[in-house]
């Protein structure tokens, strides 16, 4: 194509706007991914805990790849509008690579959330809460982060194990091995609370009077959130991915057509 050609200037129109549509999602992606990332409710350390912590490697990939989206977009501006086939190539290669990236993240976003079902969490906690033992450090540490973020969960969102206080009653845990039913048969976290952090009754919550026990389990409180933001890594990913994939395809063609 001649430089002063109307479809030479068209297509440089159409690569514009596509790249500034892709420079916006990609930092549009890495601000949703820093989001899931600082993990507000603390729930990595329960996913690394199960050894499930994949979601958070996407969300990784994810960050990276929307920042990578972000500037090569410029790259892709600069090439279309100069008609640089060296620029536009790189541009090319370069975006097939991240490209391939942002699939991974997606597809391990999208496959991963289905392991948050309440068995996964419920057995995580009835081995690790109050666990005070563990074979290295390593699992000292998992240990007392899962018996921290169980105790805020439960206190924070007024809710007790992971379907119910039933749970602490119906499976044999390492909660009941270290305290005695008639002392308390669940965590103290799952009683109502006054303000100064103090059971409202405390033999009404050892007996499981409603209005003294939270009755409410924690799974939606956990599962909720992360699927929100899997959904989100992934769908929004998906969506990027299907109009890059379009630029790339005119990027190409465009390429292949500069004399």
């Not at 391939?100 to 999208?110: L, R």
């Not at 959330?113 to 969490?121: A, E, S, T």
């Not at 105790?151 to 602490?168: A, K, S, Y």
Request: net charge negative.
């Amino acid at each position: 194509m001649p430089k002063g050609d109307s479809g030479v200037r068209c297509f440089q129109i159409i690569l514009i706007f596509g790249n500034v549509v892709i420079a916006m999602c990609g930092l549009a992606l890495t601000a949703e991914c820093i989001f899931f990332l600082s993990d507000q409710n603390g729930y990595y350390d329960l996913l690394d805990a199960s050894y499930n912590d994949d979601i958070f490697a996407a969300a990784w990939i994810g960050l990276f790849v929307g920042f990578a989206f972000f500037l090569l977009s410029f790259m892709g501006l600069i090439g279309a509008m100069k008609s640089n086939k060296k620029l536009l190539l790189a541009y090319i290669l370069l975006m097939v690579f991240v490209y391939c990236f942002e699939v991974a993240s997606c597809i391990t976003a999208v496959t991963h959330r289905d392991f948050f079902v309440p068995n996964l969490f419920l057995k995580q906690m009835l081995q690790r809460y109050q666990d005070p033992g563990g074979i290295d450090l390593d699992e000292q540490n998992k240990n007392k982060a899962t018996t921290n973020v169980w105790n805020r969960l439960m206190l924070i969102n007024h809710c007790c194990g992971v379907n119910g206080p039933q749970d602490w009653q119906n499976y044999s845990s390492t909660f009941r091995a270290l305290n005695s039913d008639a002392d308390f048969p669940w965590p103290r976290q799952c009683c109502v609370m006054k303000e100064e952090g103090q059971p409202i009754d405390v033999a009404g919550c050892q007996l499981g009077v409603p209005g003294y026990l939270y009755t409410t389990g924690c799974y939606e409180m956990i599962a909720g959130p992360l699927n929100r933001h899997a959904w989100g890594v992934a769908w929004f990913g998906f969506a990027i991915l299907c109009w890059t994939f379009v630029v790339l395809v005119l990027s190409m063609y465009y390429y292949t057509r500069i004399d």
